[in-house]
């Protein structure tokens, strides 16, 4: 892999390799690290390979090696460090192959290992394809990708990185005996009173006061009567649920060890869980994932940035105040966090202590107003309901892509990209995420970096995973 940098550094900078050496990570904090600094882990990256993927100048694309043995599903990574807005390519990435059976034991408070959670043997490496055989009938397997993008620090991207999967697993084994087994109904939860029936029961206790009936119904002596309306819990809004927990779950525990741990900066997350027949996709900020299926493009994912709250805020003053009260609690933010914009009023996005909102700044004011955001969290695709071809693929990507090409470009480019390629080579969809990055990156030029029609490229970190669907329905 070393061999790699190199050359692709050569190949952008006439053989020059810049002699700036990457400092340790620190965030500035006496307490120790929670995890160490790295970059995704089925890059298998040594050391050195890291600092050489580090030159902000040359900006070389790192891609999964072809002598290792590739990640499920044929996925296809590439990504690159920023141009120096920050030390350290602030951006991580994970990828799981995981067993999910019913909790035998106690609660976990703190999931580093999950003894309930069988993990494929030969991640994190990226080699194999497959789970191996497993015995027990009791479980479920689960396929896992996910993006942080971190802010004011990479701390929060590697600990949501190491440990949000095992939250995940840790929520999905409470309904994993609903889940497997098709033939138990979904559970069914109590909705609230009807309005007619609020007021019925008004009407009722004004005339039994007038008749001054105790014990008469709706009288004040007699406790009222109340309807319900049944609703029914699809196992699809089940695994919903348990994964946007597994989000508050790492948001809270990020916290926490906030005072035992130096973990800087905050995080967006971008998650895909594939399990019996659907992806689940799940994005806190303002990464992206969208499908392309017969060249058109489906969106899978609402982000969250300054713009779409102040819309979102401005609308609800006008037409909701009332809702207003009922949004905002107030966290500490740690001093070393704050950033040049204090004082300017800014919109936050950090996974450290929420991992669906933004935090408002005001100057002199360390008390944050959490702003969450409406909409659906988690977005489902059913893989059944489609045959897909080899070039229909689900792309994650952090802003670093999206803020220079639309979705349009990139659908028209991964189209366009993987027709030209072996069909047989399974390396094909890595080639694909590393033209992306290439397209949003650019090439260094006398006005900075740039792409296509002479446009300016993207300074930030980029990276990207390119998963093909039809994988999905071979599973299926």
């Known amino acids: 892999m070393l061999t790699r940098v190199k050359s692709a550094v050569a190949n952008f900078m006439g053989g020059i390799m810049a002699g700036s050496s990457v400092s340790e990570h620190s965030s500035g904090s006496d307490l ?33 090696n072809k002598e290792t043995k590739r990640l499920p599903w044929t996925t296809g990574y590439a990504e690159v460090i920023n141009a120096g807005k920050s030390t350290h390519n602030e951006d991580q990435a994970s990828c799981e192959v995981l067993f999910v059976k019913k909790k035998t034991g106690g609660t976990n408070s703190t999931p580093n290992k999950n003894t309930s959670t069988k993990r ?11 789970l191996k055989e497993n ?18 620090g990479s701390g929060a991207a590697v600990v949501a990185s190491k440990l949000l999967h095992h939250h995940i697993v840790e929520q999905l084994q409470e309904i994993v005996e609903i889940l497997k087994n098709s033939a138990v109904l979904p559970p069914t939860c109590l909705g609230e009173e009807p309005e007619s029936m609020v007021t019925n029961s008004r009407t009722l206790t004004r005339a039994a006061s007038l008749r001054g009936g105790v014990g008469a119904p709706g009288s004040p002596n007699t406790p009222p009567t109340r309807f319900f309306t049944e609703k029914k819990i699809q196992h699809e809004s089940l695994v919903t649920g348990a994964i946007e927990s597994a989000f508050k779950e ?27 027949g659907k992806l689940y996709v799940a994005n806190a900020g303002d990464s992206r994932a969208i499908i392309i299926r017969n060249k058109e493009v489906i969106p899978m994912s609402s982000e969250f940035t300054p713009e779409t709250e102040r819309q979102r805020l401005q609308y609800l003053a006008f037409m909701q105040p009332h809702l207003l009260g009922n949004e905002f609690t107030h966290l500490e933010f740690p001093r070393r966090v704050q950033r040049k914009e204090v004082g300017k009023r800014m919109l936050y996005r950090d996974f450290n202590m929420t991992g669906w909102a933004y935090k408002s700044i005001e100057e002199d004011d360390l008390k944050f107003p959490l702003i969450y955001g409406e909409g659906k969290k988690v977005r489902v695709y059913n893989l059944l309901q489609y045959e897909h071809g080899p070039e229909d693929v689900l792309i994650l990507a952090t802003d670093g892509l999206w803020d220079v090409l639309l979705n349009e470009e990139v659908a028209e480019a991964v189209t366009n990209f993987l027709p030209n390629c072996d069909p047989d080579d399974p390396h094909r969809y890595t080639l694909a995420a590393q033209d992306l990055v290439m397209r949003a990156r650019g090439v260094l030029k006398d006005r900075g970096w740039r792409i296509s029609n002479d446009r300016l490229g993207s300074g930030d970190d980029i990276s990207v995973y390119v998963i093909p669907l039809i994988h999905g329905n071979n599973l299926s």
């Open 250 to 276: 790492m948001d809270l525990q990020i916290e926490r060890e906030r005072t035992v741990y130096s973990i800087s900066g905050g995080c967006t997350a971008l998650v895909v869980v594939y399990m019996l």
């Open 120 to 130: 494929r043997s030969s991640l994190p490496n990226g080699e194999g394809l497959q």
């Open 135 to 152: 015995s027990e009938n009791d479980g479920i397997n689960l396929y896992y990708w996910s993006l942080f993008d971190g802010h004011a």
């Open 32 to 64: 120790p690290l929670r995890f160490p600094y790295g970059r995704p882990e089925f890059l298998g990256l040594s050391a050195d390979e890291v600092e050489c993927s580090a030159d902000h100048i040359a900006r070389p694309i790192l891609i999964l």
